[in-house]
């Protein structure tokens, strides 16, 4: 997974709780000053010794009794996370789903921008929101024109994984998929599944679980 | 987690596997009669074993030679997982991403159904993609009124514990968290986060590893 200021490598499960820590430390208002690694444990429920470990690589010892600079602190996790360096993205799906996340500027945050969107069906090009929504067929095209890092999928199960060749053969080297497909890529590219279905499962059985009442 | 036909208990991680066989298996045309567990773990990657155990769990040992009737083996999968007993739900944040959540016609599928949005902004309540917007000072009454399974929270990251805190006190006691804020609620709610942060980490992250060219 990802590397520290240092070079070097940080475990899958450090990666995963990062964001954890950066959301965490946004929360606090700004100007907060020093924050110890035993509160940031504390609120995230997680172990001290693994916060201590965790922060040690990304930002260094900090400072005894006092802990860690905040606004250090989210700027090496922000650089750690690549939240630095800007990406760019393309949408494939111009429905409901795909212009809401078209539309929504909050990706922005974590070095994220989608520059454009595409619909398989050609009558789709009209101005909304914020941007051209091109048809399919420009894809190729407008991919070689611009360097594209994140695809983002968001059309139905039945067409995700044709746009999904496509994102490869275009050089997409990073997948954002929406759709509830299962997809196939080689493995230079990534694919994240943002699995809704799971979610809905899991908060649906919560409720078959409780006892009724409260 | 959840419990099988039998009433047993699944292990989280089975739980974790169910919705993956369910998109595989509604990806396959139907009508195509019976599929065997390992075609689908060769198709998903899992071990063998694996497979045959989590589904003999949900659907018993399925046809000798023959495996699992499809259509019988989706209906098992979609009971087990809570997606055949609706889940009435409520949105509270009118932006994009709360707007794009509440038209999304695609939840149904997993037996939730979005009754109704709440906004802050008392102005937003104009009838909007397919339904009524309400101001969120009208949050309690609309949950006396009506049964409402889950709450999905669609506000900025500052605004987002004191709609949980609400939610609770409403008596929801599952909860959908699209904002970035960690938010604490009693052990006897459960809090899903979606996390889109993670998500673009991850795929930042694994563009700057992968060496420059194809």
Not at 30 to 58: E, H, M, N, P
């Amino acid at each position: 997974m990802g590397k520290n200021a240092c070079g070097n490598e940080l475990a899958p499960g450090v990666m995963r709780r990062l964001p954890c820590y950066l959301n965490y430390l946004k929360g606090i208002p700004s100007g907060s000053g020093y924050i110890s690694s035993a509160t940031v444990a504390s609120a995230l429920g997680y172990g001290d010794v693994q916060v201590r470990k965790d922060l040690a690589q990304i930002s260094g010892r900090g400072k005894p009794k006092m802990g860690y600079e905040i606004d250090n602190l989210i700027a090496a996790l922000e650089s750690t996370l690549g939240y630095t360096s800007y990406k760019s993205a393309v949408i494939v799906g111009a429905g409901k789903l795909g212009m809401a996340l078209y539309g929504y500027d909050g990706f922005s945050e974590y070095g994220l921008e989608i520059v454009a969107a595409f619909d398989a069906d050609e009558k789709i090009t009209r101005d909304i929101i914020r941007g051209t929504i091109y048809p399919a067929s420009y894809f190729s095209e407008y991919c070689r024109k611009h360097r594209i890092d994140i695809g983002i999928i968001t059309v139905p199960r039945s067409e995700a994984q044709k746009v999904c060749d496509e994102m490869v053969k275009c050089g997409i080297r990073a997948i954002w998929n929406f759709s509830p497909a299962i997809l196939s890529a080689p493995d230079s590219v990534t694919v994240r599944n943002e699995n809704m279905a799971e979610s809905i499962a899991v908060l649906s059985r919560s409720l078959e679980e409780m006892p009724a009442g409260k």
